[in-house]
């Protein structure tokens, strides 16, 4: 048992610690900068069976579901790279502004820039993802000719 911003924390694996500023900058960094393509099977203990992950364009309920999406992911890319640009540690949850670099076959490499909201069960596993990205942004802006277009046609439409 380990301390947890006051909360007992039961480890389920020998392999998974606390997790605090300084391991979640480990586990993530083990998981994603690697070369080439990830390799989550080091960070899925620290998801919760019923993780609910959701983003901008999907929504997954299961750690199975989950793990298949990741799976999907990496069969995509080329190379992934993911780099903490800024985290905050709280008791029930953490914050993680980051940099997800992909290299898709037919492009260039494509940085998307966004943050997640992490939410902890009581037992300090990951129950619930909330990624926030801009995703047509992100990704227009490394396609020659839209890099100028999408800009102009959302300042034309929200500005």
């Not at 909201?117 to 990704?139: A, C, N, P, T």
Request: charged share 25%.
């Amino acid at each position: 048992m380990n301390e947890l911003a006051g909360r007992t924390f039961v480890a389920g694996e020998a392999s998974r610690v606390p997790l605090t500023e300084p391991n979640i900058r480990d586990v993530w960094t083990k998981t994603y900068n690697t070369d080439g393509k990830p390799d989550w099977s080091n960070i899925y203990p620290y998801y919760h069976p019923d993780i609910v992950f959701r983003d901008p364009i999907q929504r997954h309920e299961g750690i199975e579901a989950f793990q298949a999406m990741c799976a999907k992911l990496a069969d995509r890319c080329q190379s992934l790279h993911f780099d903490i640009e800024e985290l905050s540690v709280e008791p029930h949850f953490f914050f993680m502004q980051w940099t997800m670099t992909m290299e898709f076959r037919r492009t260039p490499m494509t940085p998307m820039y966004g943050c997640s909201k992490f939410s902890l069960h009581e037992d300090g596993r990951i129950v619930g993802q909330r990624d926030y990205y801009d995703l047509w942004g992100d990704i227009f802006a490394g396609i020659p000719g839209m890099k100028k277009l999408y800009p102009a046609f959302m300042r034309r439409l929200f500005a």
